[in-house]
């Protein structure tokens, strides 16, 4: 067993004895120490035991052997006197015996919890008091009372780690703990006091609880006391600020306690919570709120207003700054500078009472960032990024003018616009430094946000306001009509030249339907022009509109959907079409000219007729009254009147026959290939004496001016044509273009006529040469012949009469084949008895004719006479001419094929030969023939098929279509 120090006992203090007086006893029975011993051994509830000096057991009681019994070794057997104490306790040799020595030695000793280890699990705890016995001056022995203080023991190591844990929680806590008494005085601290306030709690005992107390909140600690010193129950916490030994002030939340009954306490306990950052939390949020309350007044201000944000900035401004707490707000808004530099200037300002006003700053106006130190300033915000803190943190360069605006703590948020920098909102503090937080910063974020959506709003508003203005303007100025229609074809809206367009005053066609001023023959193509808006599309279509007096014009419509009023509609843009429709029938009209000018381009018409068709289109085709064509003559040079339209009659014949008398033409156009616009022709005509014969014409004319368009190919000038135009009307631009086209077509044909002339007289000249050859060729052998035979037939008639028949049938025969080819060379010329004898026959004597001059075998295969014109004979006459002669002249043929035959739609002639043959496909220089018989062919509609293999003869095919 192990000792500890002995621990007095309390002094008892002498106090009345409550018990009832009893009878007194005699003195020696009390002392008599056989009942002394025999209490204390059997009734006594402790353990008793006497030790010798040398620890062995001597006497015990039963309550130390149900001691041993329960706390020594269970080996150890039953307590019986003459064992060592040891026996039942083995090693706790040496520390009893440390102190037997002590009470052998004449000393008594008391020791509390003293505690042994019965085992691994088993710690027990005894309360000993070792004694001396004596006899005499001499120790014989030690007299032990024992007392199990297990229990007692446990509890109290309990109670003491729950003081060390309470402590340590005082210690630690973020409370304060502190106990007052009824007058307010502290008599207690806790340790969490010096962590918290950094004051001392030895310092603060018995100091007064108002003492660390904010002035402000000394009225609310001192009722709260009062009411929890009053009513216990009143424990309802209030808060009080605390000063700490910094200088700053901590918010405290403290629960009061009523303990002033408690024995224990007999004081109101106070327990303070820190919340200071709670507080400066809830202030930050308090503000945040106050903040984006005024930003939703800003934005209810700027945006639900019809006026301009500047309007309502003051109000906007003073709202921010109450709710942000600070001492100035203000608004710079950039421009840039002469020097191409970005620039800022102060716009609007609000201060709180008592602080200086900048807005009149002459520094503050039309500010260079650059020049005024601030370029990084400037870089910051214009990057999209807020600078906030205390003046002192920022630049040396920015520094100067803040403070001279008496500025410790500022906030800059920059305003975008349309994504670029418009400016920037500034919060200043000049009251104190103060650091602002994230939450605050967002709001203030909000605020320029919400400026930067009224800008926005202003720039778009007054874009808008201006494009309203302009389309107001177009929409009342432009010629084509402009018309609103709800989708049930109602007028809701239209433009002054919509209803000029029509006839109509505005409040005669509002609410009336399209139907009103459409063609009925329109409505349908109406319906699907409203549906295909309502699909999406934009569609343009042509329609006739009608006006109030009923008559017609056409229009263009181009329609699109349109919100109007906040409900679909249709937006329909009309232009009245008349010009262009008359501009699109005058090039129609023009374009039919031209094409039946080019198709009287045939070398079988007349110049004259063919003029005739270009005068004609001119007077159709522009707002001439009439037209003339002059020709050059090709030998004298002298012009002349070959086609007119719209001249008086006669006209053309008294100006040739001025022309003849020597009066010059007034113009000469046709020599400088330029047209030439003639003005006041009529008075000028009128005081030339030499055309006196025009003059009664002239009178009555209708024109006085001639557009004058000469007729020319390159450098050679034709004549010239010459539309006569009304009084006041001049000719456009597309009218001399017409005139152009017209006389080019013209100069063609003079051209053409020129040809055909040249080309006849030289064809004339062949054909004459090639009848020349087959009369020598033929005609004039058989003339021979005839005249040799009959010199024979003289001479035998007188010497040999009866030979005479023979050389007389070889001159009748001569005969009859000179007259037959006589015939044929006739028909070539006269080609006109076509019509009188008939294709067939004059095909059946060209086959004759092959039988008799060339002795070939000719078979024929002809039809009886088709039904076709003139043109048409001669054209199949002349295809077989040129077939035969290629079969007799190129082929050497024997024999030749001819037919002739007519179907249902077409007449085919065919030409077949067994000559020599050739490769159709081969080119063959000088040898027209075949180009001629298709050539011939083709004017006819018709086609030519030309089948033929060297040394297996020719057939040439011609095909032509019967006329309908």
């Not at 402790?46 to 149900?66: C, E, H, M, S, W």
């Not at 709180?352 to 039309?366: K, R, S, T, V, W």
Request: with cysteine.
């Amino acid at each position: 067993m192990s000792t500890r120090e002995p621990v007095p006992g309390p002094t008892p203090e002498t106090t009345p004895d409550p018990r009832p007086a009893q009878s007194k006893v005699n003195t020696d029975d009390l002392l008599d120490r056989g009942e002394l011993l025999r209490v204390m051994f059997d009734r006594a509830p402790v353990g008793v035991a006497v030790y010798d000096p040398d620890l062995i057991l001597r006497k015990f009681n039963d309550q130390f052997a149900q001691l041993v019994e329960r706390h020594g070794a269970a080996t150890a057997g039953p307590v019986e006197t003459g064992r060592s104490l040891f026996s039942y306790f083995p090693g706790a040799e040496d520390r009893f015996w440390a102190l037997a020595k002590v009470v052998l030695a004449g000393e008594t000793r008391f020791y509390r919890s003293v505690p042994h280890q019965l085992d691994e699990d088993m710690l027990s705890h005894w309360d000993l008091v070792l004694s001396p016995l004596r006899r005499g001056d001499e120790v014989i022995g030690i007299v032990q009372v024992a007392i199990d203080a297990t229990e007692r023991t446990e509890a109290e190591e309990q109670l003491q780690r729950s003081e060390r844990r309470f402590r340590s929680i005082l210690l630690n806590s973020s409370d304060v703990t502190v106990v007052i008494d009824a007058a307010g005085v502290l008599r207690y601290a806790a340790p969490s006091l010096r962590r918290l306030l950094d004051l001392p709690p030895e310092r603060a005992v018995g100091a007064d609880v108002t003492m660390p107390v904010h002035p402000d909140d000394l009225g609310a600690l001192q009722d709260a006391i009062a009411r929890i010193a009053t009513d216990p129950a009143d424990a309802a916490p209030f808060r009080s600020r605390l000063w700490h030994m910094d200088g700053s002030w901590h918010s405290f939340e403290v629960v009061p306690v009523n303990l002033l009954d408690d024995p224990d306490v007999e004081g109101i306990v106070l327990h303070a919570r820190d919340i200071t950052e709670r507080t400066e939390a809830e202030a930050e949020l308090r503000r945040r709120d106050a903040i984006l309350e005024a930003v939703r007044f800003a934005a209810h201000r700027f945006l639900e207003s019809h006026s301009s944000w500047r309007v309502h900035i003051h109000e906007v401004m003073a709202r921010l700054g109450l709710a942000a707490a600070v001492s100035r707000v203000y608004i710079f808004e950039n421009f840039r500078g002469a020097d191409g530099t970005q620039w800022t200037s102060q716009s609007h300002e609000w201060v709180a009472p008592g602080i200086e006003p900048q807005i009149d700053n002459a520094d503050l106006a039309a500010m260079s960032f650059e020049d005024a130190g601030f370029a990084h300033a400037a870089r910051l915000l214009s990057s999209g990024e807020v600078i906030a803190g205390s003046v002192s943190d920022l630049p040396v360069s920015e520094r100067a003018l803040l403070e001279a605006q008496g500025i410790l703590s500022i906030v800059l948020v920059p305003v975008f616009v349309e994504g670029r920098w418009w400016g920037f909102v500034g919060f200043d503090e000049c009251s104190r430094q103060r650091v602002w937080s994230a939450t605050e910063v967002d709001a203030l974020r909000a605020s320029a946000s919400t400026l930067s959506a009224a800008v926005h709003r202003q720039r778009a508003e007054d874009q808008l306001r201006e494009q309203q203005m302009q389309y107001r303007q177009v929409f009342e100025a432009t010629g084509d009509g402009l018309v609103i229609t709800d989708l049930d074809w109602k007028l809701v809206r239209a433009n002054p030249a919509f209803y000029r367009m029509h006839g109509y005053r505005p409040d005669e066609l509002l609410g009336r339907k399209a139907t009103t001023w459409i063609h009925p023959d329109h409505h349908q193509a109406r319906s699907d022009y409203t549906a295909a808006i309502i699909a999406g599309e934009r569609p343009r279509s042509l329609a006739v509109d009608v006006r109030k007096d009923g008559s017609t014009f056409p229009v263009q419509v181009h329609g699109s959907a349109f919100t109007f009023q906040g409900r679909p509609h249709i937006l329909g843009v009309v232009r009245d079409d008349t010009e262009r429709t008359q501009a699109f029938a005058l090039l129609e009209k023009r374009v039919s000219a031209l094409s039946t000018v080019a198709a009287s381009l045939t070398l079988n018409q007349a110049l004259c007729d063919t003029l005739e068709v270009i005068a004609n289109s001119v007077l159709g085709a522009t707002p001439a009254v009439a037209c003339s064509a002059f020709v050059l003559d090709q030998d004298s040079g002298q012009p002349r009147v070959v086609a007119s339209a719209g001249l008086p009659a006669g006209y053309a014949e008294i100006v040739e026959r001025c022309w003849d008398h020597g009066v010059d033409p007034s113009h000469q156009t046709y020599l400088t290939h330029e047209p030439l616009i003639m003005h006041d022709v009529v008075r000028r005509n009128l005081e030339d004496p030499a055309l006196a014969p025009l003059h009664d014409m002239l009178r009555e004319a209708e024109w006085d001016t001639v557009a004058v368009v000469p007729m020319a190919s390159r450098d050679r000038g034709f004549g010239s044509v010459n539309a006569y135009y009304p009084r006041g009307v001049e000719p456009s631009p597309d009218d001399i273009a017409f005139l152009r086209a017209v006389a080019d077509q013209g100069s063609v044909a003079v051209q053409n006529a020129r040809l055909l002339t040249e080309a006849q007289s030289k064809a004339g000249l062949e054909e004459r040469q090639r009848l020349a050859r087959e009369l020598h060729d033929s005609v004039s052998q058989a003339l021979y012949g005839i005249a040799l035979g009959a010199r024979t037939a003289r001479a035998l008639a007188e010497h040999s009469p009866e030979q005479l028949a023979e050389p007389l049938d070889y001159v009748l025969s001569l005969a009859e084949a000179g007259m037959t080819e006589m015939r044929s060379l006739i028909f070539e010329l006269r080609p006109e008895s076509l019509a009188a004898e008939g294709l067939v026959a004059a095909l059946e004597k060209r086959v004759a004719v092959l039988r008799a001059r060339h002795q070939l075998t000719v078979s024929a295969d002809l039809c009886a006479e088709p039904e076709l014109a003139l043109p048409l004979k001669e054209t199949l006459y002349r295809i077989a001419q040129e077939a035969l002669h290629n079969a007799v002249k190129h082929a050497h043929a024997a024999h030749v094929e001819v037919r002739l035959a007519t179907t249902g739609t077409t007449v085919e002639l065919e030409i077949g030969d067994d000559g020599l043959g050739f490769e159709p496909g081969e080119p063959r220089p000088g040898h027209l023939g075949m180009q001629s018989m298709r050539e011939r062919a083709a004017a006819h509609r018709g086609s030519i098929e030309i089948d033929s293999e060297i040394g297996r003869g020719t057939t040439v095919r011609a095909t032509l279509p019967l006329p309908r």
